[in-house]
């Protein structure tokens, strides 16, 4: 197989073995594949949710004057927004638009370390990225986090590129994706810094020089070019500029020290990404064995250093995206090696595949039942008994079909359970990217979400005006709370007054308050009804921690999130008076 004679010259040290002839063609048809499920879950109902308090503050820069963009912090997001804005009009899908498109493209830049990784490892590695559920929520995020994270893994892949080819178009392309990277924030520094800091410990010898040729003139000055230019969108937004300054330090204040979050990027990678830290942690202990490639050493201090940057900022949501990277290149690398070497002969085949199907739906069997306990636990502890009982024999039956292949061959044991766990998990983490919410508290990125009644208020609102005045939009509007969420959904309204505090004399034909408005002084002459603006953690459930995770990782079942914050939207009498004989002469 073109994948096994790939990975065995990596494990030898000796270069890889050329590719046959018409492979090219099966290769084009799975990354097809990989392409077509990274964006399927990516961009499908891309503007379900509302946009997030700290999205909406990216989204706005993106329509406010040129020189009110201080709330970016992204001057690449800024600029492409700016511009799809004005092609399109503003809207939450448009907002989340390029990094849901970059994100779709991400596992993509695996290929460009298939001459380290082989081509079974390269394609692997795709599809762990593809499957990433942080990977997933991230791109359906309006930040500059996911454009970070794909500028800094085309900028190492191409400098790998210019050491395996010597066209030095590949210099040009670092020197574009690190100009790139600057300009789309501060997640790439956290992605870049243990990156230059295991290439200085692990650095193949081969690759000795590198880092020089992305200073030689023209890469630098490309990079220079690329940052100005899209940064600024062209110079048509030079206010840019700052935003992408204010992200960078932005970035220096998220390192603190807190004991309390300390372990949240850990569980994070053990409750989304059980697939990738499972083979990438195996991943990392092959590389340190000292027989592979200096490349995937260097991957495993990649990852190794990662991991102690995010425990400097836990507090952080991106801070977990700087491990995930090289721990997906090394588990995809690992998978490439068992099942190449494993299907290559076709009794070996055979065995693997009917003992990873075994194990398959033995597993499935295991986690459906032990979902079903912890639904009855609450009311039906029969069926909730009886449910992890099935669940306790699924793990026997599962330990039975290893150990007995293992009697027959122990390599081929591991084999079958290293592709039974990758399908299992792959479904896994299939499930939690289609159904991840970027705007849900209870995900453990988003403390703070957007309510549906923002998008409520903005409905009641424009049928307010439209029967007051004949259209959606002019009704006079006087606004208490200087929101991001609320300028960004108040956006179309033309006659809006951001206030400060109300007096007597304001007479809009709406006024919305903060909850603690209990009182006004608006006079009698207004009705008023509260929404929930914005959404926190939920109440923590009468069960045991343990059964409340299974309750959630498989079942999506938690309580509902709790209101955090309210407005009151207050109408003028005469305002719903027209309403009321509207809606009775209709």
Not at 154 to 171: N, T, V
Not at 261 to 267: E, K
Not at 523 to 547: A, F, H, R, S
Request: aromatic share 8%.
């Amino acid at each position: 197989m073109e994948g096994t004679d790939r990975v065995s010259g990596e494990e030898t040290g000796q270069s890889p073995a050329p590719r046959q002839n018409g492979g090219w063609r099966k290769d084009l048809l799975l990354w097809a594949g990989v392409l077509l499920v990274s964006a399927l879950l990516r961009l499908h109902d891309l503007g379900a949710a509302p946009l997030s308090p700290a999205e909406a503050r990216e989204a706005w820069a993106g329509i406010a004057t040129a020189g009110d963009t201080g709330t970016a912090s992204s001057g690449l997001l800024l600029g492409v927004n700016r511009c799809l804005f004005w092609l399109v009009g503003p809207g939450d899908a448009t907002a989340r638009l390029l990094p849901a498109l970059v994100g779709a493209v991400l596992p993509l830049a695996a290929w460009l370390f298939a001459g380290y990784l082989g081509r079974s490892g390269s394609l692997l590695a795709a599809g762990l990225l593809a499957l990433s559920p942080s990977l997933v929520l991230f791109s359906r995020t309006a930040s500059g986090a996911i454009l970070g994270v794909a500028a800094a893994l085309f900028l190492l892949g191409a400098l790998l590129r210019h050491r395996e080819s010597g066209d030095r178009r590949w210099l040009l392309a670092a020197g574009a994706a690190l100009g790139l990277g600057i300009a789309s924030g501060a997640t790439f520094l956290g992605v870049l810094l243990p990156l230059a800091l295991a290439w200085l410990i692990a650095r193949p010898p081969e690759l000795a020089g590198q880092e020089r040729c992305l200073f030689e003139r023209a890469s630098l000055l490309t990079a220079v070019a690329v940052l100005v230019l899209s940064s600024t969108a062209f110079f048509f937004l030079p206010a840019g500029l700052g935003a992408t300054a204010d992200g960078l330090g932005e970035w220096l204040s998220g390192f603190r020290v807190d004991l309390t979050a300390v372990g949240r990027p850990f569980l994070i990678l053990l409750w989304y990404e059980p697939l990738v830290l499972v083979f990438g942690l195996f991943g990392v202990g092959r590389a340190l064995r000292g027989r592979q490639h200096r490349l995937l050493v260097f991957l495993a201090c990649w990852s190794l250093l990662g991991l102690g940057l995010a425990v400097l900022r836990p507090g952080q949501p991106d801070a977990v995206l700087a491990p995930l990277i090289p721990l997906a290149l090394l588990g995809g690398a690992l998978l490439g090696a068992i099942l190449g070497s494993a299907l290559a002969a076709r009794p070996a085949r055979t065995l693997v595949v009917a003992t990873g199907a075994a194990i398959t739906l033995l597993a499935a069997h295991g986690l459906i039942s032990l979902g079903q306990y912890a639904h009855h636990i609450v009311g039906d502890v029969e069926r909730a008994e009886a449910s992890l009982l099935l669940t306790a024999l699924s793990a026997i039956l599962l330990a039975g079909v290893v150990a007995l292949l293992w009697t027959y061959s122990g390599w081929l044991a591991l084999r079958g359970l290293a592709a039974g766990l990758a399908v299992v998990l792959a479904v896994y983490g299939w499930g939690t990217a289609w159904r991840i919410q970027q705007n849900d508290p209870r995900e453990l990125w988003v403390e703070t979400g957007t309510a549906p009644g923002a998008r409520l208020l903005v409905e009641a609102l424009g049928t307010a005006s439209h029967r007051a005045t004949g259209s959606a939009h002019t009704l006079s509007l006087t606004v208490q709370l200087d929101d991001p969420v609320l300028r960004w959904y108040l956006r179309e309204f033309s006659q809006v007054t951001w206030a400060e505090a109300l007096n007597a004399g304001v007479t809009s034909e709406a006024v919305v308050t903060a909850d603690d408005q209990q009182d006004p002084t608006l006079g009698d002459n207004y009705l008023g009804m509260d929404l929930v603006l914005q959404i926190g953690e939920p109440v923590k459930p009468e069960l045991t921690p343990w059964v409340a995770a299974i309750r959630w990782v498989i079942l999506h079942d938690a309580p509902p999130p709790t209101p955090e914050r309210k407005v009151i939207v207050w109408l003028r009498q005469d305002v719903t008076l027209v309403e009321s004989s509207r809606s009775a002469q209709d």
